[in-house]
């Protein structure tokens, strides 16, 4: 029974230890984190091609999600900057892409959900 005790306290402590560290608005600047909803748009409409496994050098060079929260904070705003601009234009996915994916093309839901994020996220990085 002790033991059983014991055992949840320190679990306890490592919980909230660690719920501390899981929110970082430290003064080197936020730690960019992607809310469930544009994650789920990213992985299903831009991650194929930028990720760190990515077939192709280019699109992962400009914009690698899986490395994203690991760059400095300038690093960040200057990606997050790129990938709101192709959110307006409506440059990506790219176009030759979507002739023959065209389920793949942003829907306007996902484009208002993801401008919305994106001008939020430049702004706090910006600070
Ligand atoms: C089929 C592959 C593919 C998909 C899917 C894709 N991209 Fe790209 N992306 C590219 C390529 C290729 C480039 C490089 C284009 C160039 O330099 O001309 C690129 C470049 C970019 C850039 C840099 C633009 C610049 O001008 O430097 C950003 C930002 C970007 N993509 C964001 C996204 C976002 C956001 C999505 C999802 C909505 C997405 N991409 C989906 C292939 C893709």
Redesign the pocket.
Known sequence: MQKTIKFYLILMTGLLVMSSFAVTDSPAGMKLKMPKKIDAI?QS??Y???NSNAK?D??KQ??NFDELSTLSPDKQLEKMK??AS??EEGS???SR?LENNPD?K?TDDEVAKLKKWTSKAVKKLSK
């Open positions: 990213v409409k831009c194929g091609c930028h192709f280019k699109p400009k914009l790129d990938f192709v959110v990506m996915p790219p892409f793949k942003l």
